[in-house]
């Protein structure tokens, strides 16, 4: 059985602002919660107008305090922008908080431009290149302590957080099967080496002391409502934010423009396509035959859902097509 979860990136809309966003957050956490998703993840982003989940750990904690069953966790936390101990005394704190319900999703990349990683400067001479590293010393933060170990996290040490390592290449496939780590795709942004990073994943995995065998979730974007209409308008906002983030002018995410599509030059199209490869559009009949097409495909153990849709209701909606479409397919 493929489960189904949720990738917030925690939008802010077009004339409205981060407190109605954080509402926002709360509300859609609570509807996957009754509708069976399995997780509800957060994405770490700085620097960008449109995105509000820069404090991922803060915001997981408010949406925390508001649910009561469903997984929470970051997807994912940047560790370059962050020393190990203080993701591990963070997440330790929400495992303390809400045990049995935190997943730390571990992301390489920094989540904006490079002027903006070298203002978060979690040190001097902080880069990607210690990713590996950075990740040992968590699972270490978080195993039980060693006697006379000298620096431990509190809280945090023998909690066990479970680690994913995300990626959008094959580095990432590569990392997750070396250590024996559940792996998710960021093939909602960055389609092209979906399937070699799969394959990678499970032809290398070893297993460890937190899995004995490969576990895959991959993204999808979701432009889901009642009749194929109205998916068509709704879909233009998520257009509209992939041609600002192509130019380098990230905005907030706009209202739909009836007609958006017909504008649009070859280059701007074929930049949204490419974007948008794995996408859920249209009306519950088109998302099922999508979702169904994208787990034959993946094979993925889990499918996990972002939807950049400007009208909060018409999100909540397709997060409910989503989920009728998905229990169709068990």
Do not use: C
């Not at 489960?3 to 409205?16: F, K, Q, R």
């Not at 989540?111 to 902080?126: E, I, K, M, P, V």
């Not at 937190?210 to 709704?234: F, G, K, W």
């Not at 974007?275 to 094979?299: C, I, N, W």
């Amino acid at each position: 059985m493929t489960l189904l979860s949720v990738l917030d990136l925690a939008p802010i809309t077009e004339g409205s602002d981060a407190t109605q966003s954080f509402r926002n957050s709360v509300e859609i956490a609570q509807l996957a919660e009754r509708l069976g998703y399995n997780r509800y993840w957060l994405a770490e982003h700085h620097n960008i107008p449109g995105i509000a989940s820069a404090a991922t750990a803060v915001l997981l904690s408010h949406v925390g305090a508001h649910t009561k069953t469903i997984r929470i966790g970051s997807g994912g936390v940047m560790l370059p922008n962050h020393a190990p101990l203080v993701i591990a005394e963070q997440f330790g704190t929400l495992a303390s908080l809400y045990p049995d319900r935190i997943d730390l999703g571990l992301g390489r990349a920094p989540g904006t431009d490079g002027l903006t990683a070298q203002a978060l400067r979690r040190s001097l001479n902080a880069n990607v290149d210690t990713f590996p590293r950075d990740v040992l010393e968590l699972q270490q933060y978080f195993a039980d302590p060693e006697p006379g170990q000298r620096i431990q996290a509190v809280p945090g040490a023998g909690l066990k957080v479970p680690l994913w390592i995300l990626g959008s290449s094959l580095y990432g496939a590569e990392m997750a099967a070396h250590f024996g780590l559940p792996y998710a795709f960021a093939s909602h942004f960055a389609p092209t080496d979906l399937r070699q990073a799969l394959h990678i994943y499970r032809q290398n995995f070893k297993p460890s002391a937190q899995l004995d065998r490969p576990y895959v979730m991959a993204a999808m974007n979701l432009q889901a409502a009642d009749t194929r209409e109205q998916a068509d308008v709704i879909v233009t906002s998520l257009m509209q934010g992939v041609l600002g983030l192509a130019r380098g002018m990230p905005i907030r995410l706009p209202p739909p423009i009836k007609g958006f599509a017909d504008q649009l030059g070859l280059q701007e199209k074929a930049a949204i396509s490419r974007f948008m490869t794995y996408t859920a559009l249209g009306d519950p009949q088109d998302v099922s035959e999508r979702l169904r097409e994208f787990k034959a495909e993946t094979d993925a153990d889990e499918i996990i859902l972002t939807a950049q849709i400007f009208d909060h209701q018409a999100r909540l909606r397709a997060f409910e097509i989503a989920a009728e479409a998905m229990s169709e397919l068990i």
